[in-house]
């Protein structure tokens, strides 16, 4: 049973670590729809950059939807008025937000 | 003014009353009722808010005294009683069950007091030592795992078991999953002990009531559970990631505890760090509490007046729970000498199923599974479960590390 339980207990590890890479993303369209989703979703987000802040960690970027990115993205360029798409995941913590991923622009 | 104290009390009563029902429910956490009460918050405009805070404190307290019940009795834990099955259920099965919960209400009475004392020095000192205590925390936590760890006589299972569930709690918070720490910890903690009581036929001896006058804790016992819980509760109680189970594993390895120490040092803790997160509200403007957000979240900015009604509160609060708890757990010793045990255990064990089939969705389902078997393999490899409670620790590294 010692066996049996150890190998059990490492399928389930190999799955969960399998789903964060291999699960496919849902595409948001406004903030609303972050509300229903739980922390951790993978998403992608499009829309154009209203506003570009700078905290002491992450740059903020509000988009046109009302949806605000948090982004670590360090040497990019500035992308106020530009249409972007972003891969990332929901982090409600505090507030609800999108922690970015990967982030491609127009 | 007539009215305003009367709201107060009608506060902390219906606060007790819904504090009871959460604490002895393993799956309806006090931060669900306080997400539903602000979500609703249109439908109490009648109703101070301060009044409403006063609810949302006192429900937190009593449910700090109660939820050690299902814990110590059932088995069935929540994140902030899991590390109480592990001496709960040995006093259990020597028919001592209802000695273990009341000194865990000892130590949550214990509790109110210390949460009197560390008031003051919070509010003069945690803006300034705030973030320097924030530095030296992962270091700290790197410290206890490798003590818990090498402390192991098989020092490799040891290892294998401290990663495995870091590595399972690490990924538990990463994936989306509702209610993360439900199926984590009833898996880790509960189920996985359970079912071992049924595979070797466990059956606990007759469930004793004996005089409060005659449940004593050895005074060097109750020293060193102070001594632990004046160090570490006040430091578990204000920083992000680290909570009550945090500060016990602390406790319970840096200072050599029995059965009772440790019982008493969890009960206490549990009631220090929910009373401090709203001192910590007060003193640096954070929440590390989901009851603690939500009283934020009503009270914008708390007064000296607020945080003094909130303190009054925890002390009636606190007292009212101490004879609730005694009260309760004299009526679930009697149940449990009236049922047999393995169909108790059978029932307990379906209950939280459902529990978590209900509040929990298909990955988290997942998780139980994984950690059902994780706890099965640390009872039968004969390590301490102690290195289980890496599925919190080393996910609180990385948080410390990375942000």
């Known amino acids: ?106 | 003014m007539a009215i305003e104290i009367i709201s107060f009390f009608i506060a902390i009563i219906i606060g007790c009353i819904a504090g009871t029902i959460t604490g002895l429910s393993p799956g309806i956490h006090i931060n669900l009722v306080s997400v539903i009460l602000i979500s609703q918050i249109d439908k109490f405009h009648n109703i101070p808010l301060i009044s409403l805070a006063i609810f949302i404190v006192s429900m937190s307290i009593t449910h700090t005294f109660i939820d050690f019940i299902p814990s110590i009795f059932l088995g069935a834990p929540e994140e902030d009683t899991f590390l109480s099955i592990l001496p709960g259920h040995q006093m259990l099965l020597e028919g001592k069950g209802y000695q273990a919960f009341i000194i865990t209400l000892y130590g949550s009475l214990f509790g109110i007091i210390a949460i009197l004392l560390f008031t003051p020095l919070f509010i003069i000192f945690l803006p300034t030592l705030y973030s320097y205590l924030k530095l030296i925390m992962p270091f700290l936590l790197i410290f206890i795992s490798l003590y818990i760890v090498l402390r192991a006589d098989k020092i490799l299972i040891s290892l294998i078991i401290f990663l495995l569930a870091g590595l399972l709690g690490l990924l538990t918070f990463n994936n989306p999953i509702k209610e993360p720490l439900l199926p984590l910890l009833s898996g880790l903690f509960g189920i996985s002990s359970l079912v071992i009581s049924l595979k070797f036929k466990t059956n606990p001896k007759k469930q004793k009531i004996i005089p409060l006058k005659k449940i004593r804790i050895p005074k060097l016992e109750l020293l060193k559970s102070i001594l632990a819980i004046s160090i570490f509760s006040p430091l578990c109680s204000f920083l992000p990631g680290i909570g009550s189970s945090h500060a016990a594993t602390f406790g319970s390895e840096i200072v050599n505890l029995d059965k009772k120490g440790f019982l008493f040092m969890v009960g206490a803790t549990n009631t220090i760090v929910m009373g401090l997160s709203y001192v910590t509200v007060y003193s640096i403007l954070k929440s590390r509490t989901g009851t603690a957000a939500a009283v934020q979240e009503l009270i914008k900015n708390i007064s000296q007046n607020d945080l003094i009604l909130i303190i009054l509160a925890i002390i009636i609060a606190g007292i009212a729970s101490f004879f609730i708890g005694i009260s309760l757990a004299k009526i679930v010793s009697k149940i449990m000498n009236r049922v047999s045990y393995k169909y108790l255990t059978i029932l307990i064990i379906s209950i939280v199923l459902i529990i978590n089939i209900i509040f929990t969705n298909w990955l988290g389902l997942i998780v139980l599974i994984t950690s059902i078997f994780l706890g099965i393999f640390t009872i039968l490899s004969n390590s301490r479960r102690i290195n289980l409670m890496a599925c919190l620790i080393l996910p609180a590294i990385f948080y410390y590390l990375t942000n």
């Open chain 1, 1 to 106: 049973m010692q066996r049996m339980a150890l190998l059990i207990t490492l399928i389930g590890i190999i799955f969960l670590a399998s789903f964060i890479e291999l699960s496919t993303p849902i595409m948001i369209n406004s903030n609303k729809s972050i509300e229903n989703l739980l922390d951790n979703q993978k998403v992608y987000v499009s829309g154009i950059v209203i506003k570009e802040t700078q905290n002491t960690f992450n740059r903020v970027i509000l988009l046109n939807n009302n949806i605000a990115l948090y982004c670590s993205c360090n040497g990019l360029p500035k992308l106020i008025n530009k249409e972007i798409i972003a891969l990332g995941i929901v982090d409600t913590y505090q507030n609800s937000k999108i922690d970015v991923l990967k982030i491609k622009w127009q």
